[in-house]
């Protein structure tokens, strides 16, 4: 006798989420009114060379693992309209204009896939379950890592595709001057960082003014050694899902609640 529960038992209370990533692609079924995955995410290396066909392909390979029958929700980090992935800074050429969506959905026999940039899924999950619970003013979220993703919310409402990581900010963009990967890649202090971080975050204000910044990515789990040192005007504060929170976004935009601004 099997003794695995049923995820898709409870469709209304349980969603299912993958999260893209240029390393890994991370997958679970999450609890929708508590924003929990349900179990440890499963995981798989993300194929090389990253073709569309290949990712989706592996994502569907773990939506199987998890016995998962209903819609999934998919994060990618492109600018996504209609299902169609419009950009590709740090994955594969070949995803542009592409029908993902679509995609996805055929390979997971023609089951409802919704599809959103991967800082909007994390920036929909804090604002609902994490560091922006409950905020009713414009909170912008920042996902650290190769690049700098961003998602925007005014009273938890999201503007999807933001892309302020290619804000150019004196004449390099930002993501160029402050992800996490740069500062591996030049072996940069946590003061120098946290300034390039400051300067960043500075030109965000001067045009957003945001009442909240929620820092995310890997990098938010070293929160204690950069936060302290940022010179910038607005509270700044680390996310608090770390890294379910585009599994649980992903989720939610699939979901029957799903939140407004992930409706395209
Ligand atoms: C991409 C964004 C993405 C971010 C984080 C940027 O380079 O343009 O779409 O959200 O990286 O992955």
Same mark, same amino acid.
């Given at each position: 006798?099997? $003794?695995?529960?049923?995820?898709?038992?409870?469709?209304?209370?349980?969603?299912?989420?993958?999260?893209?990533?240029?390393?890994?692609?991370?997958? *679970?079924?999450?609890?929708?009114?508590?924003?929990?995955?349900?179990?440890?995410?499963?995981?798989?290396?993300?194929?090389?060379?990253?073709?569309?066909?290949?990712?989706?392909?592996?994502? *569907?390979?773990?939506?199987?693992?998890?016995?998962?029958?209903?819609?999934?929700?998919?994060?990618?980090?492109?600018?996504?309209?209609?299902?169609?992935?419009?950009?590709? *800074?740090?994955?594969?050429?070949?995803? @542009?204009? $592409?029908?993902?969506?679509?995609?996805?959905?055929?390979?997971?026999?023609?089951?409802?896939?919704? @599809?959103?940039?991967?800082?909007?899924?994390?920036? @929909?999950?804090?604002?609902?379950?994490?560091?922006?619970?409950?905020?009713?003013?414009?909170?912008?979220?920042?996902?650290?890592?190769?690049?700098?993703?961003?998602?925007?919310?005014?009273?938890?409402?999201?503007?999807?595709?933001?892309?302020?990581?290619?804000?150019?900010?004196?004449?390099?963009?930002?993501?160029?001057?402050?992800?996490?990967?740069?500062?591996?890649?030049?072996?940069?202090?946590?003061?120098?960082?946290?300034?390039?971080?400051?300067?960043?975050?500075?030109?965000?204000?001067?045009?957003?003014?945001?009442?909240?910044?929620?820092?995310?990515?890997?990098?938010?789990?070293?929160?204690?050694?950069?936060?302290?040192?940022?010179?910038?005007?607005?509270?700044?504060?680390?996310?608090?899902?770390?890294?379910?929170?585009?599994?649980?976004?992903?989720?939610?935009?699939?979901?029957?609640?799903?939140?407004?601004?992930?409706?395209?």
């Amino acid at each position: 006798m099997s $003794v695995r529960p049923d995820p898709s038992a409870a469709p209304d209370r349980t969603g299912f989420g993958i999260d893209i990533g240029g390393t890994g692609i991370k997958a *679970a079924p999450v609890d929708l009114r508590t924003g929990e995955t349900r179990g440890a995410p499963l995981t798989v290396p993300t194929p090389q060379p990253a073709t569309p066909e290949a990712v989706a392909a592996a994502a *569907a390979g773990l939506v199987d693992r998890a016995g998962w029958t209903g819609p999934v929700g998919v994060t990618l980090p492109s600018v996504v309209r209609a299902g169609i992935t419009h950009t590709a *800074a740090n994955i594969a050429p070949s995803w @542009l204009g $592409v029908d993902a969506a679509h995609l996805f959905s055929r390979t997971l026999d023609d089951r409802p896939v919704r @599809l959103l940039n991967d800082a909007d899924a994390a920036g @929909l999950a804090e604002a609902r379950f994490g560091a922006a619970a409950g905020h009713d003013g414009v909170v912008l979220m920042l996902t650290f890592g190769t690049g700098i993703g961003s998602a925007l919310l005014a009273a938890g409402v999201l503007v999807p595709n933001t892309e302020l990581g290619h804000l150019m900010v004196d004449g390099v963009a930002a993501e160029h001057r402050a992800s996490a990967v740069r500062r591996g890649r030049d072996q940069m202090s946590w003061p120098a960082w946290a300034a390039e971080v400051s300067r960043v975050l500075k030109e965000y204000e001067r045009l957003l003014w945001p009442d909240l910044i929620v820092a995310g990515g890997g990098i938010s789990a070293e929160a204690d050694r950069w936060l302290p040192l940022l010179t910038n005007r607005t509270p700044v504060v680390a996310a608090m899902l770390e890294n379910t929170a585009g599994i649980v976004g992903a989720a939610m935009a699939a979901g029957p609640l799903r939140p407004s601004g992930t409706g395209h």
